[in-house]
């Protein structure tokens, strides 16, 4: 099964990877101890068959499945647990970065016996296996880091074959699979950013699915006997960023100008017809704590002026926004931000660079603005922090949002009662809408075009293939 993408993965070493085509891969070669159900967001059991909490939430007991091995034929066993831990541990102020931001507060895994692990964290967490969902929580081989480079080798449904850098990623049946053995014998993730050209193989079955990337797309292949479309929602919010540690958005007042300069409905309504819908609050509707009332539009030039020359405004600003390459629509999203801009004598200088280069240049806080999506979470805290730059004293801190808002996603955090917990992230987000380090702009689906003789293809909620119980037909 041929599978077409617009570009290729960074990593395949899931405690470093950042981006999503990174995901997406490592998703059907490795496991984490709990998933996500394919049709919600709730967790079940994977490579951990229960678990249970103390002190709290402070400590967690995973007691672990029996019977699993890694593609190499070693045993999945404590030991494979408590080293992918412990090695991402050692090195999450580098190497491992991207877990570190993602697990800041687990101090130590330790086995209890082959087959129970005990996590100690920092604080009572009550989302814990929620947030082990995280890819960046799936476990490895023992040897897996041991020499120059990572090897990939995990207990998913299939075995990492090769990488032609830029090209394609091959992943094949792994056979003794614990829940039973895939019936593809090989998934080829291809790299094509022609639209053209993924198109025409798509239409002459020399591949087998492609993301639609514009309407454009989708009417080109809607109505065709041997093509299907699914459409689902993705858990990501693409977001209007702030750099606030200097002017001129470093006054909330010339944030809260641009929240007046943006008409949502009809923006995301023009560039992406029903392959989005605007954003709220930075949750998106599946996840835990969404409210669709808070951060309705209020386009109004009239108050976005005032609030400029509140903010000392008074002449021409001309400001840099940042956005990334390769993502559906976020290049109109950008153009059309910069003409509201200039209604109200604002410049906008847009930029499209790479995702890794865009990320380097927000983390550094060269950019005034910069457009983002954040998502792939299953804990509603990690939503609503994007790229964890919404932390006091983070050295990507380039947003803010003030001590309010970090106490109110700790004290979620912390309790275990589901009514309080919803009404904490409920305060946060409103937190968020108050000081505006950012705006929320959009809630993207996934818009999926497949050949009809591919049988058996689910995405779970993070928007994930599952190519587990896929299988193609002759016809």
């Known amino acids: 099964m041929v599978y077409l993408r617009l570009t290729d993965s960074l990593t395949l070493d899931p405690g470093r990877i950042e981006d999503y085509y990174s995901q997406e891969v490592v998703f059907n070669i490795f496991e984490g101890l709990v998933r996500l159900r394919p049709d919600r967001m709730e967790v079940e059991p994977c490579l951990a068959q229960r678990w249970s909490a103390k002190e709290n939430g402070r400590r967690w007991i995973f007691h672990l499945r029996r019977g699993v091995i890694f593609h190499n034929g070693e045993a999945f066993n404590a030991a494979a647990v408590v080293t992918t831990f ?3 541990l050692a090195r999450r102020s580098d190497t491992y970065g991207s877990f570190g931001r993602f697990f800041p507060y687990l101090l130590d895994v330790r086995a209890l016996d082959d087959w129970t692990v005990e996590f100690l964290l920092a604080k009572p967490y009550s989302q814990f296996p929620l947030a082990l969902v995280d890819q960046r929580a799936s ?23 090769e990488w032609i850098r830029g090209r394609t990623i091959v992943i094949s049946r792994f056979d003794s699979y614990w ?15 022609s639209t053209a050209h993924r198109l025409l193989q798509l239409k002459n079955r020399s591949a087998d699915i492609n993301f639609i990337r514009s309407a454009k797309e989708h009417d080109e292949l809607l109505g065709r006997n041997e093509i299907g479309i699914v459409s689902e929602p993705k858990m990501i919010t693409y977001f209007l960023g702030f750099n606030c540690r200097r002017p001129p958005f470093s006054a909330r007042a010339a944030r809260k100008a641009f929240f007046h300069l943006l008409d949502k409905n009809t923006l995301v309504k023009r ?3 029903n392959f989005a819908i605007a954003a709220s ?16 539009d209020d386009y109004n030039l009239g108050k976005a002026r005032r609030l400029l020359r509140q903010a000392g405004m008074n002449r021409e600003l001309s400001c840099r926004m940042y956005y990334s390459e390769g993502q559906f629509g976020m290049e109109d999203v950008a153009k059309a931000l ?16 790479p995702f890794a280069e865009l990320l380097k240049a927000v983390q550094d806080g060269i950019p005034e603005m910069f457009l983002l999506g954040w998502g792939y ?14 932390y006091p004293g983070s050295r990507s801190s380039t947003m803010t949002a003030g001590s309010a808002f970090t106490a109110l996603l700790a004290l979620a955090e912390s309790t275990e009662d589901p009514v309080r917990r919803a009404r904490a992230y409920d305060a946060a987000q409103r937190q968020l809408q108050k000081e505006l380090p950012l705006i929320p702009l959009f809630y993207l689906h996934h818009t999926l075009a497949y050949n009809k003789r591919l049988r058996g293809l689910r995405m779970n909620p993070f928007g994930f293939l599952i190519f587990k119980d896929a299988s193609l037909s002759a016809e």
Request: a positive charge; one cysteine or more; charged letters at 20%.
């Open 86 to 88: 412990r090695e991402r």
């Open 139 to 161: 476990i490895v081989a023992v040897d897996s880091c041991a020499g120059a480079g990572f090897n990939p080798v995990g207990t998913g449904p299939f075995v990492f074959s």
């Open 179 to 193: 829940g039973g053995a895939p019936r593809l014998d090989r998934v080829v993730f291809k790299c094509e950013p």
């Open 271 to 273: 560039i992406f017809q």
């Open 281 to 296: 609050g930075m949750l998106p509707p599946m996840s835990p704590g969404y409210d669709p009332d808070i951060g309705r």
């Open 338 to 353: 910069a003409a509201s801009a200039r209604s109200v004598g604002i410049v906008v200088r847009p930029k499209k660079l």
């Open 377 to 390: 979470a299953g804990d509603p805290g990690v939503l609503m922090n994007p790229m964890f730059m919404l």
